[in-house]
């Protein structure tokens, strides 16, 4: 079945620890990327990767890393959380034909609380 | 300034009733348009898109979407909705001046439907 895994699903830390979500898509594709969801403020990108080795900033970077090492993986990384990280993240996946984006495919949503 | 725009924050429609969620987006371009829902606890589900071609553009579940170059509109609609039409629609579109890269989503418009 073609999905995009991520892990955890639910996931309460505190201040200052460092965390990673994964992400992994199992239909080859190129692009990847993750958003973080608000209320009143829909889903805004934090980091996309057009393919492995490259990544690049999205609307809402500050506190985030990532890496794309593997086509397949995209963890989103938060090297020191605070408390306005507290959000519900998704990571997406997409075919790229000709440099032309085509639909995404979400993961469940990771809900993160950092105390 | 560019922009995709749900102005309904929340919309009540009785079950069986017609329903028409509005998204509007600013880009000088004609972008790709797509729009996705978000039921309770889940990821996004791709419900149509449009790239080009015919404007009144079929989707899953029973939804249609019909895009209007000159309102700059890619309105939802469905003619009778079911209780478990219940969910959050996001609008979203990949701008042009992206490279066609970049998924842009609006804020999101939330429906509750009544018995």
């Known amino acids: 079945e073609a999905q995009v895994t991520q892990n955890p699903r639910y996931l309460i830390t505190v201040t200052g620890k460092k965390l990673t979500v994964t992400c992994s898509q199992n239909m080859n594709h190129e692009y990847m990327s993750w958003y973080r969801q608000d209320p009143g403020l829909g889903l805004r990108q934090i980091y996309y990767?057009?393919?492995?080795?490259?990544?690049d900033k999205g609307d809402v970077p500050e506190g985030y890393k990532v890496s794309r090492k593997e086509k397949r993986n995209f963890p989103l990384i938060l090297e020191s959380p605070s408390p306005n990280q507290t959000s519900l993240y998704f990571c997406?996946?997409?075919?790229?034909?000709?440099?032309?984006?085509?639909?995404?495919?979400f993961g469940q949503g990771t809900r993160l609380t950092v105390v | 300034a560019q922009s995709v725009t749900q102005p309904d924050i929340h919309i009540t429609v009785s079950e069986g009733a017609s329903l028409e969620l509005r998204c509007n987006y600013s880009y000088g371009a004609t972008p790709y348009l797509f729009w996705y829902v978000q039921s309770p606890g889940q990821g996004l589900q791709l419900l149509l898109k449009?790239?080009?071609?015919?404007?009144l553009v079929q989707g899953i579940k029973g939804f249609e979407a019909e895009f209007k170059r000159s309102q700059s509109s890619f309105n939802l609609r469905k003619p009778s909705v079911h209780w478990s039409d219940a969910a959050e629609y996001f609008c979203a579109v990949v701008p042009m001046n992206t490279g066609f890269q970049k998924l842009v989503f609006g804020t999101g418009t939330r429906l509750l439907v009544s018995p």
């Open positions: 997406a996946s997409s075919l790229v034909t000709g440099k032309r984006n085509t639909e995404a495919f």
């Open positions: 990767s057009m393919n492995v080795e490259v990544t």
């Open positions: 449009y790239f080009s071609g015919d404007t």
